[in-house]
């Protein structure tokens, strides 16, 4: 649904774009009493969501009429704050300036894609949770995280401290399982940095070293962080190190990392599931 829903906003960006070149070459800036681009964004994303769901083919915003906007529709609106004579006379505004419609839809394919990628990150997650189901009940997950579950950058200039914020963790010679990194990331007003990664280096006796990642893109509502990686029999993990806020330390990023957790699920040979 997300990819037919991506494709007809290309559609629009690219009517949008030739409609860019016969319009003026100022590009105007959006009056203060109006919403913003990435509240519109946010908006339209989030009806765009709603419309995929429901099955329908556009929507009906421009209508003058209270009943043909669904309670759906309402919902949105009333989770930011805006009425529906606010939306409309804001989309008014935006439809008559189209070199910034256009922006606007650039960061409506952007916020789609962002939260399809999530989603599948999420199924991924819950299947191997059910994977791991049976060995949670004989062998619970074994937590490795030691330090502390919150974070907020950029650190003081005086703490002398790594605002990729790095960790490392020995532990006994794991096998089996699945190792799991997670921490939510909320960004704040001020930063330049749109983008980070959360890594994972998983290190085994060998001296072989497994590289996992996950990207953090910059939102002002909270995103979250998982990535997974799965061990072996055959393999014995000594150490994991990484960062929790990998990015180019020459840019600067105001962003709050809460929850944190490391966590090892171990999985269980066939031959252990068998009932004596």
């Given amino acids: 649904m997300v990819d037919k829903k991506v494709s007809m906003l290309k559609i629009f960006m690219y009517i949008s774009l030739v409609v860019l070149l016969f319009s ?4 105007p800036s959006v009056p203060r009493d109006l919403p913003q681009e990435e509240l519109m964004a946010e908006v339209l994303a ?8 429901l099955g329908q083919t556009r929507l009906s ?19 930011h704050q805006m009425t529906k004579a606010e939306f409309d ?17 650039e960061e409506v394919v952007e916020i789609l894609s962002r939260r399809d990628a999530e989603l599948k990150n999420e199924v991924n997650r819950q299947k191997e949770d059910a994977q791991a189901q049976k060995a949670n009940k004989l062998a619970g997950r074994m937590s ?5 579950t919150k974070f907020n ?5 005086n703490d002398s401290l790594d605002n990729r914020i790095p960790f490392h963790v020995k532990v006994d010679s794991l096998k089996g399982g699945i190792i799991r990194l997670y921490a939510g990331y909320t960004f704040k007003e001020g930063g330049f940095l749109d983008s980070a990664q959360i890594k994972l280096l998983a290190c085994y006796a ?3 070293i497994d590289t996992v990642s996950y990207q953090i893109h910059k939102s002002f509502k909270r995103v979250n962080g998982n990535l997974s990686h799965q061990i072996g029999q055959a393999k014995s993990l000594i150490e994991l190190k990484g960062y929790l806020f990998d990015h180019d330390t020459s840019k600067y990023s ?12 171990p999985t269980l040979r066939a031959e252990e599931l068998m009932i004596d």
């Fill in 24 to 27: 003026c070459s100022t590009r």
């Fill in 46 to 53: 989030d009806m765009y969501q709603v419309e995929s769901l």
């Fill in 61 to 79: 915003y421009n209508s003058s009429k209270e009943d043909k906007v669904s309670g759906y529709y309402r919902f949105i609106l009333d989770q």
């Fill in 89 to 105: 006379t804001a989309m008014s505004w935006y439809s008559a300036h189209p070199t910034v419609l256009s922006d606007v839809y």
């Fill in 144 to 148: 490795l995280w030691e330090d502390s």
């Fill in 153 to 157: 950058l950029p650190f003081e200039a």
């Fill in 206 to 208: 060998d001296s072989t």
């Fill in 254 to 265: 105001t962003v709050s990392v809460e929850d944190v957790k490391l966590t090892f699920i």
